[in-house]
C-alpha cells in the first residue's frame, strides 16, 4: 500500500444546523452535533478512507479532544502521531444552513503550537512515503519545514492554502509541487503574491487562457489546482512538468450529488487528491482529479466534516 503523510489540523467540531445562518444579532433555533473536524484530520481520513497508508502528524491536548483524535484514527486505521501539547486540542464552531452553506470559527489551541522541531523528527516517515499534504491551519513556519523535508526526500508535496486569510510566504509556496487553492484562497494568493486584484466570485468565470497565467505567475515551476465548487475544477500544469495530461490547463466538471452539507468537501478533494497520487503514480493527473471530484461530490451526502468522507478508492491504473 502507497504512503501519504498528512501534516495539520484537528479539532472538535462544534456544529449548529440551521434554516438561514445567523445574521449579526440575530438569535435562531438550530440543530446542534459534535464531532471530529480540522483541516489535516479531515484529509488524513479522507486519504486513508480512499486506501492510503496514512500517517497523520499534528499536536494534541492532554483532554477529550485529543482522547477522541487517538481513538478515531485508531478506528479507521491510520497512524495519528501526536506533539503534546499543555493547550487545549483545537476546536471549531460550524453553522451550516438548509442549502448546506457554511461558516466556521476555529480555536486553534494546540495546533497553533505544531512545531517545525517535532516534524522533522519525522525525517524517517516522510522519507517512506510518496506525498507529503499540508494546509494551513498550523503555524506556517512548521508547514514549511515539513515541505522542505518532503522535498528533500524526493516526496511529492501537496498544499491545501487553507484558510484564505492564513499567512504565507514565496519561500512557502515554491516548496509545492502541487498548489490546491479554491477560489478564495486564489484570490487572496494573487492579491499577496502576484499583486493582481480579483473578485473571488469572479475566479470561475475566467477564461481558461486567463486562469492559466495568473496560476503561472503565482507558482510558476508547479502545479496548480483551482477547485470551484459546484463546476469543478480547473488545472494548470508548468509546461515542462505536465503529469502526464497532454494539456497545460483544462477544467474537470463537478459530479452530481444530492447534496446536505459541503463543510469537508474542499478537504475529502484533498485527502482523495494525494491517496490516489501515491496509489497510481504512473496516471495522468487528469486521472487523479477526476478521482478526488467524484469522492468529493459523495461528501457532500452526508453530513459532518471527517464523518462524510467515504470509502472509496480510484480505479488501478492500467
Known amino acids: 500500500m ?15 444546523r440551521c434554516d438561514v445562518l445567523p445574521a449579526p444579532g440575530a438569535t435562531i433555533a438550530g440543530r446542534y452535533s459534535t464531532g471530529p473536524g480540522g483541516k489535516g484530520f479531515n484529509q488524513a481520513v479522507a486519504a486513508a ?5 496514512t500517517h497523520f502528524l499534528c499536536a494534541l491536548g492532554d483532554d477529550a479532544g485529543g482522547a477522541l483524535a487517538r481513538s478515531l484514527a485508531a478506528h479507521d486505521g491510520f497512524a495519528l502521531i501526536a506533539e503534546p501539547s ?8 460550524i453553522y451550516v444552513d438548509a442549502h448546506g452553506r457554511n461558516t466556521i470559527v476555529i480555536g486553534a489551541g494546540a495546533n497553533s503550537v505544531l512545531s517545525a522541531a517535532f516534524v522533522d523528527n519525522q525525517r524517517a516517515l516522510v522519507a517512506a512515503s510518496q506525498v507529503l499534504l499540508a494546509q494551513l491551519e498550523s503555524p506556517a513556519e512548521t508547514i514549511e519545514s515539513a515541505l522542505a523535508l518532503a522535498r528533500e526526500c524526493g516526496v511529492l508535496t501537496v498544499l491545501n492554502a ?22 478564495t484562497e486564489f484570490a487572496a494568493l ?22 492559466h497565467s495568473l496560476c503561472r505567475k503565482l507558482l510558476p515551476g508547479g502545479t496548480v489546482v483551482v477547485t470551484l465548487g459546484s463546476v469543478g475544477a480547473f ?3 508548468a509546461e515542462e512538468q505536465l503529469r502526464g495530461d497532454t ?7 463537478a459530479e452530481s450529488a444530492q447534496t446536505v452539507d459541503t463543510t469537508g468537501a474542499g478537504d475529502a478533494f484533498n485527502g482523495a487528491l494525494v491517496a490516489s497520487l501515491a496509489q497510481s503514480p504512473s496516471a495522468s493527473f487528469i486521472t487523479h482529479v477526476r478521482f478526488a471530484t467524484r469522492y ?23
Open 247 to 253: 494539456a497545460a490547463h483544462y477544467r474537470v466538471g
Open 235 to 237: 488545472i494548470s500544469h
Open 49 to 53: 478512507r480512499a486506501g492510503a497508508k
Open 190 to 211: 494573487l492579491g499577496r503574491h502576484v499583486g493582481e486584484r480579483i473578485n473571488a466570485d469572479d475566479v470561475a468565470a475566467l477564461d481558461g487562457n486567463t486562469l
Open 86 to 93: 499543555n493547550e487545549p486540542t483545537g476546536t471549531g464552531g
Open 2 to 16: 502507497s504512503s501519504v503523510v498528512v501534516v495539520g489540523s484537528f479539532n472538535v467540531d462544534h456544529v449548529w
Open 162 to 183: 487553507a484558510p484564505a486569510n492564513a499567512p504565507t510566504s514565496i519561500g512557502l509556496l515554491k516548496l509545492s509541487d502541487v498548489l490546491t487553492p479554491n477560489e
Open 296 to 318: 468529493a461530490a459523495r461528501s457532500t451526502e452526508v453530513e459532518g466534516a471527517a464523518t462524510s468522507m467515504p470509502r472509496m478508492v480510484p480505479e488501478p491504473a492500467v
